[in-house]
């Protein structure tokens, strides 16, 4: 596994990317305050492809919900030839007041990240 950086070195999640067979796996560890959350997907992409996308920062594709309680925004982590990857964030204050991840990796083909929106691949 080869851990990749953020820009913000305030971003506590780490995401961690390895060749698996064909297909790169890609791993998100999102720290919050409840034991961290592993969420992973592979995708069909070379890791030297995957490396190349990686632009150190999770690019918001949704305006941003937050109400105190629920926080939910849509983020793409990385543009790939034939597609990218979504990072669907979702943090839940618990009545406690700490914080629990309920988060999902998915590929999106065809799509592309840009200006703030989800774009089909020209």
Known sequence: ?????????NIPHQIS???????????????KDVE??????????????????????????SEAFDDGNLYSQVRVLFNLKKGCVVWLVNHIKMPNGQKMSADKLAWVPAMHAKD???VTIQ
């Open 36 to 61: 961290p959350e592993v969420i992973s997907l592979a995708v069909c992409h070379s890791l030297d492809d995957v490396l190349r996308a990686w632009e150190g920062a999770a690019l918001p594709v």
């Open 116 to 118: 703030g929106k989800l």
């Open 1 to 9: 596994m080869q851990t990749l950086a953020w820009n913000d070195t």
């Open 17 to 31: 990317v390895s060749q698996d067979g064909e297909s790169t796996l890609v791993e998100l560890r999102v720290v």
